[in-house]
């Protein structure tokens, strides 16, 4: 089973835990993507072609093999908020990039000034059947931008794929009250009892989520993912 939480550590955590090499590796890319940032403003660089991609951009994809993959996302998501990455280089890193590459894209949507605008990179992480990608796209940017419709979808794909619901980003406030979620999840668990397949347990929490809230405290529910905190330079 993955983990419930993708958290991302900070500036001061990565220095903390990174060798002499990469933390100057760091240092370096993370002024490229700071000189990225101030040389234009961002609706220049928004109009930029997306075939022109900033040097910052070549960092990201190397991050992983100069700071280890188990900093990788982290690594990535500074990159990205110091360079206060425009859509056309979110969308290059994630249409170009690797299983890894994407994730720390989808990871780090909600710290961008994006607004909706990058809706489509989660929709397509929710079509594949990479629970990595998965469990990043239902996070504080799904729970934000994407409409009823698209949210309920996505959390019968987490039980689809088992993906924890525990990844779905404020998944009790919009569940709650929700009758054709649960029309949906009984539909589900129908299909799974008629087959002679177990029905997972995660339907049942969410299924208890659903209840209006003036029918009374709900059982317990699992934790939802908490959006993970901005990295920055000192925090």
Known sequence: MLKSRNSLKSRKELDAELGGAARAWLDEALAEAAHDAAAAPDALRAEVSPCASPPWELRYAAAGRHCGPEHADSVRSLLLVEAR???SSVTRLYEQGTAAERRAVLLTLHLLDLGDTALPLVEDALRANDTRLVAAAVGPYAADHLDPHAWRHAVLKC???EVPVAAVARL???A????ELARMLDDFA???TAAGRPVPEDLRTVLALTAPADEGDPPARPTAAPAAPAP????
């Open 85 to 87: 990455a425009p859509l």
């Open 159 to 161: 039980l689809f794929t």
């Open 172 to 174: 009790a406030d919009r």
């Open 176 to 179: 709650r009250g929700d009758a």
């Open 190 to 192: 129908a299909e799974r």
């Open 232 to 235: 920055t330079e000192e925090s």
